[in-house]
T-cell receptor, first 114, second 114 residues
Framework: AQSVTQLGSHVSVSEGALVLLRCNYS??????LFWYVQYPNQGLQLLLK??????LVKGINGFEAEFKKSETSFHLTKPSAHMSDAAEYFC????????????FGQGTELSVKP | NAGVTQTPKFQVLKTGQSMTLQCAQD?????MYWYRQDPGMGLRLIYY???????DKGEVPNGYNVSRLNKREFSLRLESAAPSQTSVYFC?????????????FGSGTQLSVL
C-alpha cells in the first residue's frame, strides 16, 4: 500500500523567506510523486512531478522538489516566498498497479506574512 | 476552454435524500476520478474510472455509486445522504492515468447534509 505524510498542517513564513514544505512517502514500488497547489475556492493544479528521470524537479512559480530515496522524502522548496504563494499544498503518490490513481497527503496550508 | 466542469457548485440535502453530482471533461481524457476533501484529511479517492466502461472503488466508496456515462462524463450518486457525507467533492481527469499524466480538477461541489 502507498501513503503520504505531510509534516505540519500549517506553515507560516515572511515574504522573501525560504519556503519548505515536507512530504514523506511509503511505497512498495518505485513511486511517482507529485505536488499540487489549491488556491482558495478552486480545484487543485499540478506544481511539479517526479517520474524517475531526475531527482531534482523544477515546477511552476519557482518551486522545486528533491526526491531522496534514502529518506523516502519529496520536500517542496522555494527560495523566496511571495504573497501570492499563500495556498494549500498537497503531496501525492502514485505507483504500481494502481490504475493511475493518486493518494494525497493531508495538505499543508502556507501563509505568507508581509 | 472549459476543462473539467462540475455541477452543482453548492448543494444542501436532508439526511436520506439522494442526489447526483455531474462531471464532464472536454479534453478527451481516458481516466476520471471522484475525490472528497475534508479538513485535515486531504483528498480521498471515492471512485475512479481508468477508461470508458470501467469503474473501480477507491479508498472511501461506501455510500456512493458512480456511472461512466461516456468518455466525457462521470457522475457520482449519493443514494441516501448522511451527515458524514458533508464534504467538498472534486472531479478530476487525466490523459493516461495519474501515474505519468497530471490530473485536471474541477472547481468542486460543496455539499452539506443536515
Amino acid at each position: 500500500a502507498q501513503s503520504v505524510t505531510q509534516l505540519g498542517s500549517h506553515v507560516s513564513v515572511s515574504e522573501g523567506a525560504l519556503v519548505l514544505l515536507r512530504c514523506n512517502y511509503s511505497s512498495s514500488v518505485p513511486p511517482y510523486l507529485f505536488w499540487y497547489v489549491q488556491y482558495p475556492n478552486q480545484g487543485l493544479q499540478l506544481l511539479l512531478k517526479y517520474t524517475s528521470a531526475a531527482t531534482l524537479v523544477k515546477g511552476i512559480n519557482g518551486f522545486e522538489a528533491e526526491f531522496k530515496k534514502s529518506e523516502t522524502s519529496f520536500h517542496l522548496t522555494k527560495p523566496s516566498a511571495h504573497m501570492s504563494d499563500a495556498a494549500e499544498y498537497f503531496c501525492a503518490v502514485s505507483g504500481g498497479n494502481q490504475g493511475g490513481k493518486l493518494i494525497f497527503g493531508q495538505g499543508t496550508e502556507l501563509s505568507v506574512k508581509p | 476552454n472549459a476543462g473539467v466542469t462540475q455541477t452543482p457548485k453548492f448543494q444542501v440535502l436532508k439526511t436520506g435524500q439522494s442526489m447526483t453530482l455531474q462531471c464532464a471533461q472536454d479534453m478527451n481524457h481516458n481516466s476520471m476520478y471522484w475525490y472528497r476533501q475534508d479538513p485535515g484529511m486531504g483528498l480521498r479517492l471515492i471512485y475512479y474510472s481508468a477508461s470508458e466502461g470501467t469503474t473501480d472503488k477507491g479508498e472511501v466508496p461506501n455510500g456512493y455509486n458512480v456511472s461512466r456515462l461516456n468518455k466525457r462524463e462521470f457522475s457520482l450518486r449519493l443514494e441516501s445522504a448522511a451527515p458524514s457525507q458533508t464534504s467538498v467533492y472534486f472531479c478530476a481527469s487525466s490523459e493516461v492515468g495519474g501515474r505519468v499524466g497530471k490530473l485536471f480538477f474541477g472547481s468542486g461541489t460543496q455539499l452539506s447534509v443536515l
